[in-house]
Structure formats: structure tokens, C-alpha cells
């Protein structure tokens, strides 16, 4: 069986990256990404609906080492997908990974301070490898179930009919009545894209979300890359972007009704007096209680404003053979329906864990500094930002756990094990009312009501938290199996 010190799982942003950090932070630690499909990218090489692009900025949605030079700061998707495998190759990772290996079960053993992890491939081959820590970048959602609601009379639509995560790649839609199911992210990137040359194109949502308009390409970063060496542009114009939504962020908390105001006033500033902003565009939540929805250089008004697109707020009673039924009685006619109705979140990859033979469900553990899980030894997970870009907390998970790999190796320690204190209680792990969080509240694990068992959710707290403090403090507890008969004390490999 192959042994190396560190498994990664999975090659999507969070796990090249984390290569990235570990051979330049650990360099003596042997490594091996698991990945279960059969290309470099994750979420950026699955999603293949028109107009696929973040909705934050690459200057905090790239990594911290590498800086992002592409004009449009909101990038489409094959962009951020070529950057993260540009990312691989600069690195030397690409030999490092081996895809089609679809993690299933990890087993720990404490005698041998060992996880054994086995992977699936396509040919229904199983594969096991041993290592010391696992660290699972396996991204937050079914990559093969996205979330569907089921709907009366499906079944009976004429038409085609597919959910967004699943869109196939030979679909025409010029000429054609699409109706897109959702308001988030996902509806408001398709909308304007496909509305460009469908006969017309309904957003249809069954309550609004907060949008707001920003340019696609940030003028300052570009001048900054005129005049300054890329990597000192590239770090202004994070710090500024960092600083901003926080900002941002915090004055939507603190002024949730001001705030409110001035985003459905932009928005009222973009349709015209005429358009019925109250009922499509005013939401019921406060401004971040869900995240808000980024559309860059106003496309979708634009499309509404010249009546390619148009939204519908209202519920579905059932599919007709020819389109949608409302619950107002209205029909909206179709020749294609995409469901963009959200994902099904999962925790480390669905992969079942076993503790020295019992078996642990990660989702009843306390998370532990928003990576570790308590009791469970020599595993790390990331998991981003919800208000802010994910890679900024992806980043500083991985330089934690190369610290904490750094120190085991100092202090010839082979295990660590975040020990949870029963008298820290219980909260919901994050603080957002959406749709996917909401659905997902039992996989989620539980967020302690104090350090280091609660998460931050702000990227300033976190940098001095993760890149400062000190990783034994006295709640991650360092030690060593048993020894065995011959057994030697780790050592740094040469
Ligand atoms: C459409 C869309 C747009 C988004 N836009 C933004 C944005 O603008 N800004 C932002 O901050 N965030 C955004 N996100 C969140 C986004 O997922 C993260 O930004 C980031 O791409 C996550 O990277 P990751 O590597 O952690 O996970 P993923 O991209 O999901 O990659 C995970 C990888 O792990 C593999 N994997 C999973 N389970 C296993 C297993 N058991 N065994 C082996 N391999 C496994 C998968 O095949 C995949 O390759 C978006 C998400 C979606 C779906």
C-alpha cells in the first residue's frame, strides 16, 4: 500500500492551492491529491451553464501567491478554471494528483497514527493508500445531486427540462422561450447570457434577492498593474477589495435598513420609475442574511430594460406539457426549463470516517477554528468565506495546517486532536438564512459559542488568529501512539 505524509482530497481551487502552500511551508512532507473526477478545477470545470463566472472579485478569489492579471476582475469560468491549472503546473503538482479517485472511507488508527483512506475509480477498482494527515479540500456541495425540487406534473413537460449544475453542453437555445427557475447567483449569471439570443427569457422566483451592479473590471487594479510590479498591485488591490466588503458588510449589519434602501434604490435607478421594483426586487430578508447577488455591468437590467428578459414572482402549482402553471393562475410557456435551484450541500466529500473502528459523522462534531473537527485527529477540511471570497480563508486554513505539521514535526509529535470541552455550547455553524444553508443545516457541523471553537467569519480576525496565534493552545492536544516494540519518533524526512 503507498504510504505518503499528507493526503489532499481533491483538485478543485482549495486543494491545488493547498498543494501550493504545502511544498513551499512543509517541503520535507510527501504528498498525493486524491481527486474523483478527471480534470484540475472542481466547481470551475463542472459548471457549464452560458456566462459561468464568479461573483466575487479575482483579486480576492485567487490565491494570496499568485497574483491575478486578467483584466476583468468578475472572470468567466474557463478563466478561473485555466488560473488554478496554470496554478498546478507552475507548482510541479500535476504529477502529484491522481484523478479518478473518488474518496469513499478513511479509517484512523491510533497505534499507528495512520489514516487509511480508499478510493473508488470509474472501473469499480478500490485503491487504498496510508498517510499521516488528511486534509480534505472537497469543496461544499454534490458534485452528482444537485438540489432539485420536485415539482407536480414534471413529468408531463414537453420540452427539456434540466437542472443548471447538469447543463448539457450541446444545448441550443437561440430562438427559444427559456424559463429559468431561481433568483440566486446561478439564475442571475444565465439569465442575460442565454437572453441574448432566446426569443425570451423568465426569471421565475418564488420571492426576491438582493442584486447589485458593479463594473466587471475594477479601474484601479488595472492602472495599479500599469505602474507597479504585478504581485505589489495585485496586493493593494486586495487589501482594498478585503477592506471594502468589510466595510460593506458591517454597515449592512449595522444599518440594515438604510442599507436596504439604497440597494433597491440603485436598483430602481437601473429599470426606471415604471418598473415594479417592490414586488421583483425587494427582498424580505436584510442584506446579508443571504448573500448578496453580483451583477456585473448591470447585464441583467439591461436585458429586462430592452424586453429579452423579464422576472416572474410568483409559485409554480405544477409543469404543463407546454410550460408552468402559478399558483395566481398565470402560464408561463416554455420550450426549455432549467432548475437553478441551488445546490445539495455535503460535508468532507460524503466520505465516511472511521475512528479507531467506531464510526464518526463530522457533521456532530464542533468545528474547531472553522478547519478541524473535535476528536477527530490528523484531519483538516477547508471551507471559505460566505461573505467574503472563499479562497481568503482557504488560503489561511492551509498555512494553519502546515503550521500545525510544522510544529508536529518539531516537537517529534505524530498526532493532534482537537479535544472538545463540554461545557463550550452549540450554535448553527453559519450565519445565513439561504436557501442551501437552511436545507443543509444537519451537515453542517456546529459552530462552539466561544474561541477557538467559533468561527470569525471576517478575514482581518482570522489572518491574526490563523497566521499568528499559537497552534498549541492548549485545546489542540499533541501527542503520541503508544510505541511499539522498535517503533522510532518521527523525524523530518530528508
Ligand atoms: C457556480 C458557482 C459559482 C461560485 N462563485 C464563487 C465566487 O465568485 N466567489 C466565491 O468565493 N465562491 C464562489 N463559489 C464557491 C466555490 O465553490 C469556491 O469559490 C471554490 O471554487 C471552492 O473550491 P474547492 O476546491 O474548495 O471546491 P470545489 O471547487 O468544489 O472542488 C472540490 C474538488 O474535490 C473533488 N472531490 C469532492 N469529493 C471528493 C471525494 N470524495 N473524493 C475525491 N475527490 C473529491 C471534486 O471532484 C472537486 O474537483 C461558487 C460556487 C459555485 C457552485
Redesign the pocket.
Known amino acids: 500500500m503507498d504510504h505518503v505524509d499528507v493526503i489532499i482530497?481533491?483538485?478543485?481551487?482549495?486543494?491545488i492551492g493547498a498543494a501550493v502552500h504545502l511544498r513551499k511551508q512543509s517541503p520535507d512532507r510527501t504528498y498525493a491529491i486524491?481527486?474523483?473526477?478527471d480534470?484540475i478545477?472542481?466547481?470551475?470545470?463542472?459548471?457549464r451553464y452560458p456566462g459561468?463566472r464568479?461573483?466575487?472579485d479575482m483579486y480576492t478569489?485567487g490565491y494570496a501567491f499568485k497574483p491575478w492579471t486578467n483584466a476583468k476582475a468578475i472572470a468567466d469560468g474557463p478563466s478561473i478554471r485555466e488560473y488554478v491549472r496554470e496554478t498546478s503546473r507552475e507548482n510541479d503538482i500535476d504529477r502529484h494528483i491522481r484523478f479518478g479517485?473518488?474518496?469513499?472511507r478513511a479509517s484512523w488508527s491510533t497505534p499507528d497514527a495512520r489514516w487509511t483512506v480508499e478510493?473508488e475509480k470509474a472501473n469499480g477498482e478500490t485503491v487504498k493508500l496510508t498517510c499521516n494527515f488528511l486534509f480534505m479540500?472537497?469543496?461544499?456541495?454534490s458534485?452528482d445531486n444537485p438540489h432539485q425540487p420536485q415539482f407536480e406534473g414534471m413529468g408531463d413537460f414537453k420540452g427539456t427540462h434540466f437542472h443548471a449544475q447538469l447543463w448539457p453542453e450541446e444545448l441550443d437555445t437561440t430562438g427559444k422561450r427559456v424559463v429559468i427557475i431561481g433568483s440566486g447567483?446561478?439564475a442571475v449569471t444565465i439569465v442575460p447570457e442565454v437572453a441574448k439570443d432566446a426569443a425570451h427569457v423568465t426569471m421565475l422566483q418564488r420571492s426576491p434577492t438582493y442584486m447589485v451592479s458593479r463594473p466587471s473590471e475594477d479601474p484601479i487594479a488595472n492602472w495599479l498593474r500599469t505602474w507597479l510590479p504585478p504581485k505589489v498591485a495585485y496586493h493593494i488591490t486586495r487589501w482594498k477589495n478585503v477592506s471594502l466588503q468589510m466595510f460593506f458588510f458591517n454597515l449592512a449589519r449595522k444599518k440594515p435598513e438604510q442599507t436596504k434602501e439604497r440597494l433597491i434604490g440603485l436598483v430602481r435607478e437601473e429599470l426606471g420609475p415604471d418598473y415594479d421594483v417592490e414586488t421583483h426586487f425587494t427582498p424580505r430578508y436584510n442584506p446579508w442574511d443571504q448573500r448578496l447577488c453580483l451583477v456585473p455591468d448591470s447585464d441583467i437590467f439591461q436585458q429586462i430594460k430592452a424586453g429579452k428578459a423579464s422576472v416572474v414572482t410568483d409559485e409554480i402549482e405544477r409543469f404543463t406539457p407546454t410550460g408552468i402553471k402559478l399558483k395566481s393562475g398565470a402560464e408561463l410557456p416554455a420550450d426549455i426549463i432549467v432548475s437553478a435551484t441551488g445546490?445539495r450541500l455535503n460535508l468532507i466529500?460524503?466520505?465516511q470516517l472511521t475512528v479507531d473502528g467506531a464510526p464518526v459523522d463530522a457533521s456532530k462534531s464542533l468545528s474547531y477554528k472553522g478547519m478541524f473537527f473535535s476528536d477527530i485527529p490528523n484531519l483538516a477540511s477547508?471551507f471559505?468565506?460566505t461573505n467574503?471570497?472563499?479562497?481568503l480563508k482557504?488560503d489561511l486554513t492551509c498555512e494553519y495546517v502546515c503550521r500545525t505539521l510544522n510544529h508536529m514535526r518539531d516537537t517529534g509529535t505524530k498526532i493532534c486532536i482537537p479535544k472538545r470541552d463540554p461545557s463550550v455550547g452549540e450554535e448553527s455553524w453559519l450565519p445565513l438564512t439561504s436557501g442551501y444553508i437552511e436545507r443543509a443545516r444537519e451537515v453542517l457541523p456546529r459552530n462552539g459559542d466561544r474561541k477557538p471553537w467559533k468561527l470569525n467569519q471576517n478575514y482581518a480576525l482570522d489572518l491574526m488568529a490563523l497566521r499568528y496565534g499559537a497552534v498549541d493552545d492548549g485545546t489542540m492536544q499533541f501527542s503520541n501512539p503508544p510505541a511499539k516494540a522498535g517503533a522510532e519518533p518521527m523525524k523530518a524526512a530528508a
Request: proline share 0%.
Open positions: 482530497v481533491g483538485a478543485g481551487l482549495s486543494g486524491l481527486e474523483g473526477r480534470a478545477g472542481g466547481t470551475w470545470d463542472l459548471f459561468i464568479s461573483d466575487s478569489l479517485h473518488k474518496v469513499k478510493a479540500c472537497a469543496g461544499y456541495y458534485y447567483a446561478t445546490l466529500g460524503d466520505v477547508t471559505g468565506y467574503a471570497s472563499w479562497t482557504a
